[in-house]
């Protein structure tokens, strides 16, 4: 079957195909070539996440990828540095720049991206981090929470101060919590809450992923890849943010001898074709959590259009064009 549907527009891409915009060896011409790669899997518009760092490599990387001037970029995820310092909800961010919540060093970091920092992503329990949640909702900046080991009435209070997405629900997070209560449920229950959830098979099993769905409802969802260096690329070792990370021929993505995971290898349009499998939806509900719905969330709209082949038999978009409006 034949589609023309909008681009994708994905909220949190750490890099790709071999570039790792978290590194300050990276080049805008690496950057732009990975973004070209992107593209191909039908993303037209993006947020290049830079992860947990020192003020000066965050410094570094944010003004590479500036310096493309790349009409995709539509602004930076900022993930950490002010998240749980544990292992586990820590996932693959390094503890040594782990710091507590400062509106000081938020706003250093955004004059260092000149201003284009559009989503945070930061864990309710760090000290000094309601005020500057509150600072960020009067900037028009989006709120996220994520890499986190708060206790559900610390999830509440993220609300109050201005948190309107959950990243990558259900990772970032310890590998046994309590039945009830949690966080996890806390934040499913919130419809103040999107969630985005990283649909690889990997990070989420089929199940989870459709009684998330189910619970925060199509609307509220958002799907994403958190794609790193690896994603386009063989099995084998690379870099994330000067820490290695190993994928597998499953297309898993972790720390050599760590039970955590490290970003994915997924591409959206993967993401899209895996959430109509796992969660018995239609094609056009899927895309639209990974095109409208995150252009929306930002108070955008998608870029472009996507021409593609629906293969229902074997749940997977071949023969995709992505076409200029």
Same mark, same amino acid.
């Given at each position: 079957?034949?589609?023309?549907?909008?681009?994708?527009?994905?909220?949190?891409?750490?890099?790709?195909?071999?570039?790792?915009?978290?590194?300050?060896?990276?080049?805008?011409?690496?950057?732009?070539?990975?973004?070209?790669?992107?593209?191909?899997?039908?993303?037209?518009?993006?947020?290049?996440?830079?992860?947990?760092?020192?003020?000066?490599?965050?410094?570094?990387?944010?003004?590479?990828?500036?310096?493309?001037?790349?009409?995709?970029?539509?602004?930076?995820?900022?993930?950490?540095?002010?998240?749980?310092?544990?292992?586990?909800?820590?996932?693959?961010?390094?503890?040594?720049?782990?710091?507590?919540?400062?509106?000081?060093?938020?706003?250093?970091?955004?004059?260092?991206? !000149?201003?284009?920092?559009?989503?945070?992503?930061?864990?309710?329990?760090?000290?000094?981090?309601?005020?500057?949640?509150?600072?960020?909702?009067? !900037?028009?900046?989006?709120?996220?929470?994520?890499?986190?080991?708060?206790?559900?009435?610390?999830?509440?209070?993220?609300?109050?101060?201005?948190?309107?997405?959950?990243?990558?629900?259900?990772?970032?997070?310890?590998?046994?919590?309590?039945?009830?209560?949690?966080?996890?449920?806390?934040?499913?229950?919130?419809?103040?809450?999107?969630?985005?959830?990283?649909?690889?098979?990997?990070?989420?099993?089929?199940?989870?992923?459709?009684?998330?769905?189910?619970?925060?409802?199509?609307?509220?969802?958002?799907?994403?890849?958190?794609?790193?260096?690896?994603?386009?690329?063989?099995?084998?070792?690379?870099?994330?943010?000067?820490?290695?990370?190993?994928?597998?021929?499953?297309?898993?993505?972790?720390?050599?001898?760590?039970?955590?995971?490290?970003?994915?290898?997924?591409?959206?349009?993967?993401?899209?074709?895996?959430?109509?499998?796992?969660?018995?939806?239609?094609?056009?509900?899927?895309?639209?959590?990974?095109?409208? !719905?995150?252009?929306?969330?930002?108070?955008?709209?998608?870029?472009?259009?996507?021409?593609?082949?629906?293969?229902?038999?074997?749940?997977?978009?071949?023969?995709?064009?992505?076409?200029?409006?």
């Amino acid at each position: 079957m034949r589609l023309e549907l909008p681009g994708l527009f994905d909220l949190q891409v750490n890099g790709f195909a071999g570039v790792d915009f978290n590194s300050p060896a990276t080049t805008p011409d690496e950057v732009w070539q990975a973004i070209a790669r992107v593209r191909a899997t039908g993303v037209t518009r993006l947020l290049p996440a830079l992860i947990t760092s020192s003020l000066e490599l965050f410094t570094q990387c944010a003004r590479t990828l500036l310096a493309t001037k790349h009409p995709a970029i539509a602004g930076l995820h900022l993930e950490g540095p002010y998240i749980a310092a544990e292992d586990g909800p820590r996932g693959a961010h390094p503890r040594s720049h782990v710091i507590p919540a400062s509106i000081e060093d938020f706003r250093r970091r955004q004059e260092a991206a !000149q201003g284009t920092i559009r989503l945070v992503t930061l864990a309710p329990e760090v000290p000094g981090v309601l005020p500057l949640m509150e600072y960020l909702a009067v !900037q028009g900046i989006h709120i996220a929470i994520g890499h986190t080991a708060a206790a559900p009435e610390q999830i509440q209070d993220a609300i109050k101060a201005g948190a309107t997405l959950s990243t990558h629900l259900g990772n970032g997070c310890a590998q046994r919590l309590p039945r009830h209560p949690n966080f996890i449920w806390e934040q499913l229950a919130a419809d103040e809450l999107s969630a985005s959830l990283i649909v690889d098979g990997h990070h989420l099993p089929p199940a989870t992923v459709k009684t998330m769905i189910r619970a925060k409802t199509p609307a509220r969802t958002i799907l994403i890849t958190d794609a790193m260096a690896a994603a386009g690329c063989s099995p084998g070792r690379y870099e994330l943010n000067g820490e290695m990370v190993e994928l597998d021929d499953t297309g898993r993505v972790a720390p050599p001898g760590k039970p955590w995971l490290a970003g994915s290898s997924l591409t959206l349009d993967r993401a899209v074709a895996n959430t109509v499998k796992f969660a018995g939806l239609s094609v056009d509900v899927a895309w639209a959590m990974a095109s409208i !719905q995150p252009a929306a969330y930002l108070g955008l709209k998608p870029a472009g259009r996507v021409h593609v082949e629906w293969d229902a038999a074997g749940c997977r978009f071949t023969n995709l064009q992505v076409v200029e409006p």
